[in-house]
């Protein structure tokens, strides 16, 4: 094996290292929000705002996982445009990046239905606690303008997630294949060493 193809299989390694660490991140974001929107409903009828803090809580993770998952599709775009090509054998992101699945805006909001959920069923209870206070139904500018705010943050984040699902890999890919091709374009340097300095034309004096 050249010592080229062991610097992209190492260069390989350490990006899909850097991919499971995205995922763990988000995992780790998951049992935050599970726990805080457990945390928020247990002693939600105590502290009637914890519902509503922790729905927006749950809002940040989503969309911190949506930056993981963009961040995943770059680091495997990467992978399968400057790496894998180079080194015969490493298939993986380019075969795995054309799979349906990836594409399937179905199956990954049914892999991360968790995100909207807990902030729809948390908000709808905050809402509920706030009834025996005679606030309800919502009144513009109080309990009115936070379902407008919910609703909207929620739709935000739909539409992010569509287009992170559906859009992210074609334009990593492009973005990547645009960076290979402005790379190739530039000429090499020419390093002139003591051995080949001696095989360069001498330039004529100036005072002949």
């Known amino acids: 094996m050249s010592q080229m193809s062991e610097g992209y299989i190492a260069e390989y390694n350490q990006l899909r290292a850097e991919i499971r660490m995205y995922l763990e991140n988000s995992s780790r974001s998951l049992q935050i929000a599970v726990v805080l929107a457990a945390a928020a409903m247990t002693v939600g009828k105590d502290y009637r705002i914890l519902p509503l803090v922790s729905a927006a809580i749950a809002a940040y993770l989503w969309y911190d996982q949506i930056r993981h998952f963009r961040a995943v599709q770059r680091v495997g775009s990467y992978l399968e445009v400057c790496v894998e090509p180079k080194v015969p054998g490493l298939n993986w992101e380019t075969y795995g990046g054309d799979h349906p699945i990836q594409k399937s805006f179905r199956m990954h909001v049914i892999a991360n239905l968790h995100y909207p959920t807990l902030m729809a069923a948390q908000a709808l209870y905050g809402f509920h606690l706030y009834k025996p206070l005679n606030v309800w139904p919502p009144s513009w500018p109080g309990l009115g303008g936070i379902v407008i705010v919910i609703a909207i943050v929620i739709g935000c984040l739909l539409i992010l997630s569509y287009r992170a699902v559906m859009d992210s890999r074609d334009t ?6 645009g960076i290979q091709e402005k790379k190739e374009s530039i000429p090499p ?15 004529p004096s100036p005072h002949k």
């Open 172 to 177: 990593e890919r492009g973005i990547w294949r």
């Open 189 to 203: 340097k020419v390093v002139v060493t003591a051995q080949n300095q001696a095989h360069l034309p001498v330039p």
